[in-house]
Every structure is written in structure tokens, then in C-alpha cells.
């Protein structure tokens, strides 16, 4: 095997007439050869892919021979046997001489085997079921006799004399009941309750209503009437006492307190939520303003960004590495900071993907683009990524914008909600390597949908910052929450002031009409 070289110095003599009009488009000579490697690497990638189809379609022509020969011997095979099925199936199932019809016409013909069979044990006559029916239920056995009706000692006459004693039996026991002669029979017996249970009513009754009379008097203390007034004024009074707040006890008072208690715990909850939100805010502007005056802040910026990007799903399996401190392929040149290269398992195996990050205000986005073409071609990357600072970024620039090969987008390491459009520029740029690797009309398709995702994801961040503009004001709102609060408990203060003032004015009213 020949070792691969690193370098391979390769002089041409180009006459083709298209590939030299299209090198002299390129007036700087290392422009030019780069276009020029690129498109021999195009080449090379062709032509090996092309081999490929080659060794593919030998394969297919193989695979179609042996096919072909398998075709034939299983034909011949199916043949053979289908030969040998339908001998097999003559010898036995032949109408004129075949095994299986002489053996079920010896078994079910005229005088056949079955035949005799059923004559010998169910025949008319001398059959062994004839003899065994005329010996149990015949016209002489000892069945019939007994149940015949002319036998004195049959079932019949049995039964009719047992019926026919029964029913005397019941009938006399019956009238013996209704007897008025009988003194101890049913009738006699309920005449003689009758009498006696009018007797107890009639005198039951005038107790009874002497009794309720007594107890609708007022005379009497302890009458129900007497017992219900006591009760209605004892329960009239302690609902008086109930709602009084000169009671300390009764269950306005006790109310009032609950209220008093819950309205200085939630004030009290918002001064320490406010003296909280004070506090991590002044810490934060505290970090903000440190991080300004720190003289390494960009260079915290890059390194915070290649972290974040070795962590990110999306990224799982292909190399980040950061080469913001190394030389690439120009001289003395060190523009592209971070550099992605998909693995193998990609689609586009071998892209490369720069990222260039800022946190300087002096950049636009026509700078931006600019040194994104410089790092590409420092990098040798097809795709570049520039990551504004969205503390020092100017405000014209938009959160995810892609021109060509070329993607902006705003990140803030300090504030997730930036994170999503990181993202979604990562995933851009992993969707145009796949569109170079494989130039063909259905990758051309799935880009026209990437790209209507890609503003569809653009108004869902304009959205987002509505969102975070709406929660700023929601945490500067604070203070107006806690005097809502305030004026809630004086507006509960006066409302009770009313209620006890009617409660009194109702209280004066009872005792009056008692």
C-alpha cells in the first residue's frame, strides 16, 4: 500500500476552452486555484461514484443469470413432482379401478358390510333393539301392567284415591273454620278481636287529644310550644352574638382577624419579593458591568459559544473544534473561530461548517458577511455561521437571517431563550451541506421546505420577543401590584366597618320587637 502523501505537486497544460474561460473569471491567483482544486475534487468524487455504478450494474447482471438458472431447475423440479402427485392419486382415487371406490363399495353397497351390521342389531324383527323393547315396555311387561287403568292395584287407581281423600280432608277442615258454632275457629276469632280493638280506640282517642292539647299550651314550661319559643330565642340570640364584633370570640371578629392576618402576610410577601428582584437585579447589572469593563470579554464570548455548541444535540457525533487561536490556510491569517466537520453517518460526510463570533457594536451586517466569506475560504468550509453578541449587536440586525451560504443570527450566553436561535442556525447550515453534497431535485425540494421553515421560525422569534418585551413590564409592574394590595385591604377595612354597623342596627331592631 503507498503511504498517502500530505501535499502532491500537480502541473497542468489546460486546452479546453469552457474550463479556461471559467478560471480566468478569477483574477487573484489563490482564488483561482481554489476554484480549481475544488472543481478536481468534484471530479475525482464522479468519477469514483461513477466506478461504482459500474461494479453495481456487473453485480445486477450476475444476480439476473443465477436467478434465471434457479428459474429452470425449480420448473423441472414443480414438474417431476406434479407427475409423480397425480400417479399417486390415480392408483387411489380412479373411479373405474382405483383403491378408495372398491373399498367404500364393499362398505356401503347392496348386501355391504354396513348393511348386515344394521339388519343384525336395529333390524324389524329378530333384531337384538326388538327383543330388549318388547321385554321392558311390551304389551305383557311389567311396565305396562302397572300403569294399565283396569288394574285394582295400578298407579292410576292408587293415585285417584290418594286425591280424592286429600280434597274431603280439606274441605271439612275449611268449614269447621268459618263456623260461628266453632268458638275456636278462624271466624270466631277475628269477630271477638274486632270487638275488643273499637273498644281500646274509642277510649285511646280522647286521651290522646286531651294530651296534644296540653302540649300546644303556653301555660305549661315544659309543653313542645313552650320548649320551641325558648329554643327560637336562644338561637336567635346567638346569632346576634355570632355576628358582633364587640365579641371577640364570635365568628365575625374572628374574620376579621383572618383577613387582617392574610392581607399583612401577602404585603409582607411582596416586600421580600421585591427586595429579592432588587437584589438579583443589582447583581446582575453588577456581572453585566464587569463583563463590559473586562478587557478579555470577546475572547469569553468565543469560548462560551464553542461549550454551548459541543453540548448541543444537534451536534452529537461531529467534531467541534475551536481554531480561533491557529492559523488556517491563508497567511498569518486566523479568521473562522469555531470549525464543524459532519462524520461519516452524515449525508454530507467531510463538510465543513466555520462559525465566526463578535461581541464588538462596530459590526454591520455587509462586515459580517464579508469576513464569513474570509473565514470560509481561511477554513475551507461550504458554510459559515456569524454569531452576533446580542449585548453589543445593533438593532437593525434581525435574530436569523441566511444569504446564500452564508447565515447571521443573535446569541446571548446568559439568556436560554437565545438558545432557539442558535439552534435553528446550526440546523440551516446542516440542511445547505446536505443541498451541496447531493445536487438533485428532490434535495432541492427538501431545501424550498427548510427555507419556508426558516421564516416561518423567524416570525416565531419576533413573537418571542414580544414576549420577553411583555415580561419586562410584568417584573416593573411589581410595585403597582403591591399598591393594589394595599388599596384591597383598606377598601375590606371599610366594607367591614358597614357590615358591623348594620349588624347593630339589626340587633337594636330584634331587641325592639321582643
Same mark, same amino acid.
Given at each position: 500500500?503507498?503511504?498517502?502523501?500530505?501535499?502532491?505537486?500537480?502541473?497542468?497544460?489546460?486546452?479546453?476552452?469552457?474550463?479556461?474561460?471559467?478560471?480566468?473569471?478569477?483574477?487573484?491567483?489563490?482564488?483561482?486555484?481554489?476554484?480549481?482544486?475544488?472543481?478536481?475534487?468534484?471530479?475525482?468524487?464522479?468519477?469514483?461514484?461513477?466506478?461504482?455504478?459500474?461494479?453495481?450494474?456487473?453485480? /445486477?447482471?450476475?444476480?439476473?443469470?443465477?436467478?434465471?438458472?434457479?428459474?429452470?431447475?425449480?420448473?423441472?423440479?414443480?414438474?417431476?413432482?406434479?407427475?409423480?402427485?397425480?400417479?399417486?392419486?390415480?392408483?387411489?382415487? $380412479?373411479?373405474?379401478?382405483?383403491?378408495?371406490?372398491?373399498?367404500?363399495? /364393499?362398505?356401503?353397497?347392496?348386501?355391504?358390510?354396513?348393511?348386515?351390521?344394521?339388519?343384525?342389531?336395529?333390524?324389524?324383527?329378530?333384531?337384538?333393539?326388538?327383543?330388549?323393547?318388547?321385554?321392558?315396555?311390551?304389551?305383557?311387561?311389567?311396565?305396562?301392567?302397572?300403569?294399565?287403568?283396569?288394574?285394582?292395584?295400578?298407579?292410576?287407581?292408587?293415585?285417584?284415591?290418594?286425591?280424592?281423600?286429600?280434597?274431603?280432608?280439606? /274441605?271439612?277442615?275449611?268449614?269447621?273454620?268459618?263456623?260461628?258454632?266453632? *268458638?275456636?275457629?278462624?271466624?270466631?276469632?277475628?269477630?271477638?278481636?274486632?270487638?275488643?280493638?273499637?273498644?281500646?280506640?274509642?277510649?285511646?282517642?280522647?286521651?290522646?287529644?286531651?294530651? #296534644?292539647?296540653?302540649?300546644? !299550651?303556653?301555660?305549661?314550661?315544659?309543653?313542645?310550644?313552650?320548649?320551641?319559643?325558648?329554643?327560637?330565642?336562644?338561637?336567635?340570640?346567638?346569632?346576634?352574638?355570632?355576628?358582633? +364584633?364587640?365579641?371577640?370570640?364570635?365568628?365575625? !371578629?374572628?374574620?376579621?382577624? @383572618?383577613?387582617?392576618?392574610?392581607?399583612?402576610?401577602?404585603? $409582607?410577601?411582596?416586600?421580600?419579593?421585591?427586595?429579592? #428582584?432588587?437584589?438579583?437585579?443589582?447583581?446582575?447589572?453588577?456581572?453585566?458591568?464587569?463583563?463590559?469593563?473586562?478587557?478579555?470579554?470577546?475572547?469569553?464570548?468565543? *469560548?462560551?459559544?464553542?461549550?454551548?455548541?459541543?453540548?448541543?444535540?444537534?451536534?452529537?457525533?461531529?467534531?467541534?473544534?475551536?481554531?480561533?487561536?491557529?492559523?488556517?490556510?491563508?497567511?498569518?491569517?486566523?479568521?473562522?473561530?469555531?470549525?464543524?466537520?459532519?462524520?461519516?453517518?452524515?449525508?454530507?460526510?467531510?463538510?465543513?461548517?466555520?462559525?465566526?463570533?463578535?461581541?464588538?457594536? !462596530?459590526?454591520?451586517?455587509?462586515?459580517?458577511?464579508?469576513?464569513?466569506?474570509?473565514?470560509?475560504?481561511?477554513?475551507?468550509?461550504?458554510?459559515?455561521?456569524?454569531?452576533?453578541?446580542?449585548?453589543?449587536?445593533?438593532? $437593525?440586525?434581525?435574530?436569523?437571517?441566511?444569504?446564500?451560504?452564508?447565515?447571521?443570527?443573535?446569541?446571548?450566553?446568559?439568556?436560554?431563550?437565545?438558545?432557539?436561535?442558535?439552534?435553528?442556525?446550526?440546523?440551516?447550515?446542516? %440542511?445547505?451541506?446536505?443541498?451541496? %453534497?447531493?445536487?438533485?431535485? +428532490?434535495?432541492?425540494?427538501?431545501?424550498?421546505?427548510?427555507?419556508?421553515?426558516?421564516?416561518?421560525?423567524?416570525?416565531?422569534?419576533?413573537?418571542?420577543?414580544?414576549?420577553?418585551?411583555?415580561?419586562?413590564?410584568?417584573?416593573?409592574?411589581?410595585? @403597582?401590584?403591591?399598591?393594589?394590595?394595599?388599596?384591597?385591604?383598606?377598601?375590606?377595612?371599610?366594607?367591614?366597618?358597614?357590615?358591623?354597623?348594620? +349588624?347593630?342596627?339589626?340587633?337594636?331592631?330584634?331587641?325592639?320587637?321582643?
Amino acid at each position: 500500500m503507498v503511504a498517502q502523501a500530505e501535499t502532491l505537486r500537480l502541473v497542468l497544460e489546460i486546452r479546453d476552452r469552457e474550463v479556461i474561460e471559467e478560471l480566468s473569471k478569477f483574477s487573484d491567483e489563490a482564488e483561482r486555484q481554489a476554484f480549481a482544486l475544488a472543481a478536481l475534487r468534484i471530479g475525482i468524487l464522479a468519477l469514483r461514484q461513477a466506478r461504482g455504478d459500474l461494479d453495481k450494474q456487473t453485480i /445486477r447482471e450476475e444476480a439476473d443469470r443465477l436467478l434465471e438458472n434457479l428459474r429452470s431447475c425449480l420448473s423441472s423440479h414443480q414438474q417431476l413432482l406434479s407427475e409423480q402427485l397425480e400417479s399417486a392419486l390415480r392408483h387411489y382415487f $380412479d373411479p373405474r379401478d382405483g383403491q378408495f371406490p372398491q373399498r367404500v363399495e /364393499r362398505l356401503i353397497g347392496q348386501n355391504g358390510e354396513l348393511e348386515q351390521f344394521l339388519r343384525r342389531y336395529i333390524g324389524q324383527q329378530d333384531s337384538e333393539l326388538a327383543k330388549t323393547l318388547a321385554a321392558h315396555v311390551g304389551e305383557n311387561s311389567r311396565l305396562m301392567q302397572y300403569l294399565s287403568p283396569q288394574q285394582r292395584e295400578g298407579l292410576l287407581a292408587h293415585l285417584q284415591k290418594l286425591v280424592e281423600d286429600k280434597l274431603r280432608e280439606q /274441605r271439612e277442615h275449611v268449614l269447621q273454620q268459618f263456623s260461628l258454632d266453632n *268458638q275456636d275457629g278462624a271466624l270466631s276469632r277475628f269477630l271477638r278481636q274486632l270487638k275488643e280493638h273499637q273498644q281500646q280506640v274509642a277510649g285511646d282517642l280522647q286521651t290522646k287529644i286531651a294530651t #296534644v292539647v296540653e302540649e300546644f !299550651s303556653l301555660d305549661r314550661e315544659d309543653s313542645a310550644l313552650s320548649r320551641l319559643v325558648r329554643n327560637v330565642q336562644d338561637a336567635q340570640n346567638k346569632i346576634i352574638s355570632e355576628f358582633s +364584633l364587640d365579641n371577640d370570640n364570635s365568628a365575625l !371578629s374572628r374574620l376579621r382577624k @383572618e383577613l387582617i392576618s392574610t392581607l399583612e402576610k401577602i404585603r $409582607d410577601s411582596q416586600q421580600a419579593f421585591q427586595q429579592e #428582584v432588587k437584589k438579583e437585579l443589582a447583581a446582575l447589572q453588577a456581572r453585566k458591568e464587569e463583563m463590559q469593563r473586562s478587557v478579555r470579554h470577546g475572547l469569553q464570548f468565543e *469560548q462560551a459559544l464553542y461549550q454551548h455548541l459541543r453540548n448541543e444535540p444537534t451536534l452529537f457525533g461531529h467534531l467541534v473544534e475551536f481554531v480561533g487561536d491557529k492559523v488556517g490556510k491563508s497567511p498569518r491569517s486566523k479568521v473562522g473561530d469555531i470549525v464543524i466537520q459532519l462524520n461519516n453517518d452524515s449525508a454530507a460526510a467531510g463538510a465543513r461548517i466555520v462559525i465566526e463570533a463578535k461581541e464588538q457594536q !462596530s459590526y454591520t451586517e455587509r462586515q459580517a458577511l464579508e469576513e464569513l466569506a474570509q473565514a470560509r475560504q481561511n477554513r475551507e468550509a461550504q458554510i459559515g455561521i456569524f454569531v452576533f453578541s446580542r449585548k453589543t449587536a445593533p438593532k $437593525d440586525i434581525r435574530p436569523l437571517f441566511r444569504q446564500e451560504n452564508d447565515i447571521l443570527t443573535l446569541w446571548d450566553p446568559e439568556d436560554p431563550s437565545t438558545d432557539i436561535y442558535l439552534q435553528g442556525a446550526v440546523l440551516v447550515a446542516l %440542511a445547505l451541506c446536505v443541498r451541496a %453534497a447531493k445536487q438533485s431535485t +428532490l434535495a432541492s425540494a427538501d431545501i424550498e421546505v427548510l427555507e419556508n421553515a426558516l421564516r416561518q421560525l423567524e416570525k416565531s422569534l419576533t413573537g418571542l420577543e414580544k414576549i420577553e418585551k411583555c415580561a419586562t413590564t410584568i417584573r416593573n409592574q411589581a410595585d @403597582e401590584v403591591h399598591k393594589e394590595a394595599t388599596k384591597c385591604r383598606k377598601e375590606l377595612e371599610n366594607q367591614l366597618d358597614a357590615l358591623r354597623h348594620s +349588624l347593630e342596627s339589626l340587633r337594636h331592631l330584634f331587641q325592639r320587637g321582643n
